[in-house]
C-alpha cells in the first residue's frame, strides 16, 4: 500500500501560481510513477502531469504545457506540481496518484494504483 496526501490548495487569481505537494508513504517510493490528475463537478478526472521513477522523464496534458511543472524528490518522497500562469479552466479537485505499472500507463487515469484524497484550487478571473 502507498497513502498519498496532498497540500498547497487554494484561491489565487488569474495569471498567479500555486504549488501542490504530495506525500508519499508506505511501499517504496521511488518503485512508482507518479502523476496529477484533476476534476471538476460532472466532468471526468483528467491527466495533468507524470514523472517516471527516476525523474527523467515527464508528460504533461496539451493544456498545462509550459504552464506546470512536475517534480520529485525521492529523498523527502515528495512529488510537487508548481502551477504558473494559472487560470479559470485550471479550476478543480487535483489528485496526487502512484502506478506501478509501465511508463506508458501513466498517461491514463485506470494506470494508476493509488490516490490521494485530492486538494482544491480555484482560480478567480
Known amino acids: 500500500q502507498v497513502q498519498l496526501v496532498e497540500s498547497g490548495g487554494g484561491l489565487v487569481q488569474a495569471g498567479g501560481s500555486l504549488s501542490l505537494s504530495c506525500a508519499a508513504s508506505?511501499?517504496?517510493?521511488?518503485?512508482?510513477?507518479m502523476g496529477w490528475f484533476r476534476q471538476t463537478p460532472g466532468k471526468e478526472r483528467e491527466f495533468v502531469a507524470a514523472?517516471?521513477?527516476?525523474?527523467?522523464?515527464?508528460n504533461y496534458a496539451d493544456s498545462v504545457k509550459g504552464r506546470f511543472t512536475i517534480s520529485r524528490d525521492n529523498a523527502k518522497v515528495t512529488v510537487l506540481l508548481l502551477m504558473n500562469s494559472l487560470k479559470p479552466e485550471d479550476t478543480g479537485v487535483y489528485y496526487c496518484?502512484?502506478?506501478?505499472?509501465?511508463?506508458?500507463?501513466?498517461?491514463?487515469?485506470?494506470?494508476?494504483?493509488?490516490w490521494g484524497q485530492g486538494t482544491q484550487v480555484t482560480v478567480s478571473s
Open positions: 496518484a502512484a502506478t506501478a505499472k509501465g511508463w506508458s500507463e501513466s498517461l491514463y487515469r485506470n494506470g494508476y494504483d493509488y
Open positions: 514523472i517516471s521513477r527516476s525523474g527523467g522523464s515527464t
Open positions: 508506505g511501499r517504496t517510493y521511488s518503485n512508482f510513477a
